[in-house]
């Protein structure tokens, strides 16, 4: 969808759009495909790309706030899609960083021993959950995935430092009040955008500024390295204000800094992996570059991953 097309559909343009967001258009899954569909096409390109099969797969985790079912997990029927005969597969609910927070447990369990190959997976169908009538939201989102492998080596490259924090307190600023066991649908219940996205958006900004600056300078401090040290930043891709703002905080040139929102939106968790796999199929990432991936989402919940490739 273009900022054209929600010019017809709120009161918009892609003058407002462009300059505040960054964004120019976004992918829209069509009715039949749905998370667990993007989540397994990203998975194959990604065993693939590793030289892997499905049967060394010991996990799989899937970052998602746009499950296919309220049970069980995406994971699980991205399991059956893909073929993983010896993974046990789960979900990690943690909206926008849900890939960070998976990748997190991916290189816990290889640490302590617990699996030796690992599928991340951050994956969105946010066309599932946007209000089309609220403007202040729906021209922000779009529908991916990406995946990685991510296995036990000795040499001394992946993960070398994670940041992860949230605020419960926070969570109205960005949520989806309706359709839970507090809010249930009732037989009453008539739309009014509640059990879509609702986001207090410039709230939101502030802390995301802030919390994601803070995330990156923790990992880069107890790795030992510094923002001239950094090859590349691969931000959540909420608004471009937002990595603009970031990058000036941390010091890092905006030439560092991988971005793909104009053509994207903001795709939650698939946001970083999505923007990770494209700068490495363009050869922007090189073998021992350290790499900051950073996101913040609804929670509020915010996280850094330092990686060595
Ligand atoms: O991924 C999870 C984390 N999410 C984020 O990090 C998102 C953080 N927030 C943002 O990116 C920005 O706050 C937004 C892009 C959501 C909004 O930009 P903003 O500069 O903070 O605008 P605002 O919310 O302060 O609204 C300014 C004005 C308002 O009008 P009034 O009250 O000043 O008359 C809005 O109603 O812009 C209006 N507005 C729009 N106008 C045209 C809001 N959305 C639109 C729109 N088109 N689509």
Redesign the pocket.
Known sequence: MTNADFEKL????DE??TT??GIKERRIADETIFSSDMAAAACKNALEMAKCSGDEIDVLIVGTVTPDYKLPSTACVVQEKINLPNAVAFDVAA??TGFINGLSIADAYISAGVCKKALVVGVEKLSSFTNYKD??TC??FGDAAGAVVVEADDSGSGVQSIFMRSDGKMRPL?WAKTGGAVHPYTSEFTFDGSDKIT?N??D??KV?VKEMANACKNVMERAGVGPEDISLVVP?Q??IR?VEALAKRLKVGMDHVFLNIENYG?T?AASVPLALDQANRKGIIKEGDYIMMVA???GLIWGSALVKW
């Open positions: 709120v009161d918009t343009s407002w759009i505040r967001t909206a926008c403007r202040n021209v922000l960005l986001m958006g410039s939101v900004f995301a959540h909420a608004n937002i903001n939650s913040f989402g609804g």
